[in-house]
């Protein structure tokens, strides 16, 4: 997941900011499980979240409540990760 930065452009490879890295069981994993985790790290409210899929012409996919879940698994059983960015207020996350 990359929060915390911002892109140069609206691209996969423009985004500057933090990385994390989460191990998840494709079985259980979901749209939900995710704003459960985001929660976790303090970001208590999401804008949007969004997937980058090389085979998209847009390269960066809107992820819609649970309906683009399977394509998202899909892309980590192929790739061994799949990129997720989340778009949040910037006053949300306070680290202590």
Not at 2 to 14: C, E, V
Not at 16 to 25: D, I, R, T, V, Y
Request: glycine share 6%; charged share 25%; hydrophobic share 40%.
């Amino acid at each position: 997941m990359h929060h915390g930065g911002a892109f140069d452009k609206f691209h996969h490879t423009d985004y500057h900011g933090k990385a994390l890295s989460w191990f998840c069981e494709l079985k259980f994993w979901s749209y939900f499980e995710i704003l459960g985790s985001l929660k976790e790290l303090g970001y208590v409210q999401v804008e949007s979240m969004w997937y980058y899929d090389a085979k998209d012409v847009n390269e960066l996919v809107l992820e819609e409540k649970d309906n683009s879940t399977r394509r998202i698994k899909n892309i980590a059983q192929m790739n061994g990760k799949v990129h997720i960015y989340v778009v949040h207020p910037l006053s949300q996350l306070d680290l202590i």
